[in-house]
Structures are given as C-alpha cells and as structure tokens.
C-alpha cells in the first residue's frame, strides 16, 4: 500500500484527530440508533491507539434530513463497547471542544459533536483549500496526528478528510488499511457476469458511478430497488408524478439518457409494495396512483431479480430496497441479501444499512465481503481514486521514515 498505517507512527502520548465514520441508521419515529456496525468497526483502531489521547471526529446524517443528530447516543455506545470512558463534548471546533482537547491526558478519548454542525464541512474542497478553513486551522494547532478511518467517507473531499492530512502527518486507520487490502484482492479474482444490484436514498452519487461501472465492464446486469429506482420508473414514464428530489429534472434527465445508452443493462421493479389503511398492498407498477408512495418491492420483482443474481458471477449490492427499519416492509431487502448469500458468486455487500440489515437476519457469514461503505465502495469498484486514499498517499510522501 502507498500510504502509511498506525503502525509507521509512534502516537504515545500524541494527541491524535482520529477521523472516523459512525453516521449509522437512524429509527424516523424514535431517533434512536437502529444499527451499531459502524461503530463496532473502530474499536480496533482505537484500541491501537492506547497511549494516545485520541480526539473522534464523525458526521451523521445530512442537513435537514431525520437522521442528522448531534453524537451524545454514539458516544454512549462506544463506552460500552470500549469498556472505557469516553467524554462528549457538543462543540465541533469553539472554545468548548478546544478546552476539552487541551485537558486529554494519555489514554483519554473525546469524542467531538457532530462535524455537519460545521457549515464548512457539508462542501467539499481541494486539499489545500480545506487546509485553509476555519474547522481545520484552529484544531490542527492542538494536533500531533491524524489517523484517518472512515472509509464510507473516503469518496468526499470535505475539510475533516482531505484538510487535516495536509497540514498533519496522517496515517490510515485498521478499518481503512483492512477494507483497501481486502477489496485488492477481491478485484483481482472476480468474474463476469457482473451483476449490480443498487438501492437507497443518494441518487446524483450513484449515477455517474453506474456509468463508469458499466463502461469499465463491471456492470453486465444493474437491477435498481429504492428512490434510486423510482428515479429510474420516472425515466421509463411508469411513475408519472414528482419524486420530490431536489433537481429532479435533471437527474431523471441523466437516468434516461443512461437508459438510451445502455438499454439491456438496467433491470427496474415491475411491482411494488405500498401502504394502505395502516397494511401493505401489493401491486403492479402500472396501478400506480399518483399519491401512493412506494414502501418496498414486490415478489414479481423480487423473482426476476433473484435469477440475474443466481446466475452471476459477482455481486455488489449497495443500499436497502425500501423501508426496511419499517414493520411488514422488510421483504425486499431481506430477499435480496437471502439472494445473494445462497449464490455461488463473489459477494460485496456495501453500505451502514445492509450491514446492519445482513446481521438481523443472520446471513453474514454467507457473504465474501461486507463493507460499511456505501458511496465510496461503488466509487472505489469504477477505479476512481477516491479522495482520502489521495490525501493518505500525499502525506506518506512527506512523512514516510521521518
């Protein structure tokens, strides 16, 4: 690997920004954290870091969405998960979070408030441009370190991922170092057909993505399930009302046109599951009403998606088919993980959401590889060097075997 790991810096008794990702689902009705995989998987990267005093930075959810918290429940988790104390501070870069950093001893952990508090850190910058925002310039004068984990990040060039490493000498952490070597190795020995299955909210990411996917010959089959195939219906004229998407024009526009381009690719839901009186009714995409709102695919869909998936060769799924947090709506995520684990092919299952969703129904084991990322991973399968693996690299050519 061309960047360097915790164990190339001797971190005793340094005061190490520690940059990981435990933006994990969120219950809509009683925002609670539904899902603890993400912050289960940097545990060891902590625990590597003993001596150090360690200062945890996260985002969780995005502006003006359900699952955009402050991180006091996260850091409840993690003390129980370390066995150790963990102090929350609900400050991101002022003079609170700043005191608290200065007080850490050896061994302490601090964990700071969600960084989406920051306005800088929802846009993303060039590395040095990032260097140069308020977040990273008053907290980087109270840093030694820093060890840089969030690989569900790794595709955002945001100030806490891309700005701190510049300014820092910054390693990857083991979550980072694991997921990098063990999808090498996966990319080596897959083999065609390549089947993508792809749901969830965060349409615009996927959509280039599935391009180059598709033109880097990793993507023979994409069978799409949740808004991401509702943007896709749209495109095909088969759901006529709005979405309610932010630029919706343009991204159905960008859904037709990969259709024009690449029409024997895309498999979309012929039937669905909706809501009615409080129960779920099944039916045809075509007796679709204008207000009826799609809550999980239905077993028609679920059929023909099973057998492009027996077939295959490789499978990536990414993101849930529906509601699946929600009761009698789970059927669509749980068919198609069952799907996946019982075929012979190898198997990524990506995303915090299935992730969680793969250990409820007990089907883990059965999988090749299960990453936490979601966008960054179907970035890092298209061959694009992903913004915090380039930051790594950089750092490494300043600090290796200083």
């Known amino acids: 690997m061309k960047f360097l790991t915790i164990d190339d810096f001797d971190l005793k008794g340094k005061t190490v920004f520690l940059r990981v990702d435990m933006n994990c689902p969120i219950d809509p009705e009683t925002l609670e954290i539904s899902g603890t995989k993400r912050i289960e998987e940097i545990v060891e990267t902590i625990n590597s870091l003993n001596n150090a005093k360690i200062v945890i ?61 920051c306005a800088e850190e929802n846009y993303e910058f060039s590395a040095p441009n990032a260097a140069k925002t308020i977040m990273v310039k ?9 060890v ?54 965060k349409v615009e990411d996927r959509l280039e993505a599935i391009r180059l996917l598709i033109e880097n010959g990793r993507a023979d089959h994409v069978l799409l399930t949740g808004l991401i195939g509702n943007v896709f219906l749209r495109a095909q004229g088969r759901i006529r009302s709005s979405l309610g998407i932010k630029r919706e024009d343009e991204i159905v526009a960008k859904a037709h046109t990969l259709i024009g381009e690449f029409p024997d690719v895309f498999s979309t ?22 207000d009826d709102a799609i809550y999980d695919l239905g077993p028609k869909t679920i059929e023909h998606y099973h057998k492009l998936i027996s077939g295959a ?48 129904f007990g089907l883990a084991e059965k999988i090749t590889h299960i990453s936490t990322a979601g966008g960054a991973l179907v970035r890092y399968l298209t061959g694009t060097k992903l ?5 790594l690299e950089e750092s490494a050519k300043k600090y290796r075997a200083k």
């Open 387 to 391: 913004p915090m693996i380039q930051a």
């Open 138 to 146: 008053r907290l980087s004068k109270l840093l030694d370190y820093c």
């Open 269 to 290: 839901p012929v039937d669905v599951a909706i809501e009615q009186n409080g129960k779920r009714v099944e039916l045809d995409i075509r007796e679709l009403n204008k």
């Open 57 to 117: 930075a996260s985002h969780q959810g995005r502006v003006g969405n359900k699952d955009y918290t402050g991180m006091e429940k996260h850091a409840k988790v993690l003390e129980e998960l370390l066995g150790r104390k963990v102090v929350y501070v609900s400050d991101v870069m002022g003079s609170s979070a700043q005191s608290e950093i200065k007080k850490l001893n050896d061994g302490e952990i601090l964990l700071l408030d969600n960084l989406r508090l």
């Open 148 to 201: 840089l984990d969030s690989f569900p990040s790794a595709h955002r060039s945001h100030p806490s991922i891309v700005g701190f490493p510049y300014v820092l000498p910054s390693c990857a952490g083991r979550l980072v170092e694991k997921e990098v070597k063990k999808l090498d190795e996966i990319m080596s020995v897959t083999k065609s057909p390549f089947v993508l299955v792809l749901g969830g909210k």
């Open 313 to 360: 060769g490789t499978v990536f799924i990414s993101g849930p088919a529906g509601f699946f947090e929600k009761k009698d709506y789970d059927f669509g995520t749980k068919a198609l993980l069952e799907a996946v684990s019982d075929s012979m092919a190898t198997t990524i299952v990506s995303g915090g959401h299935l992730s969680s969703a793969l250990k409820k």
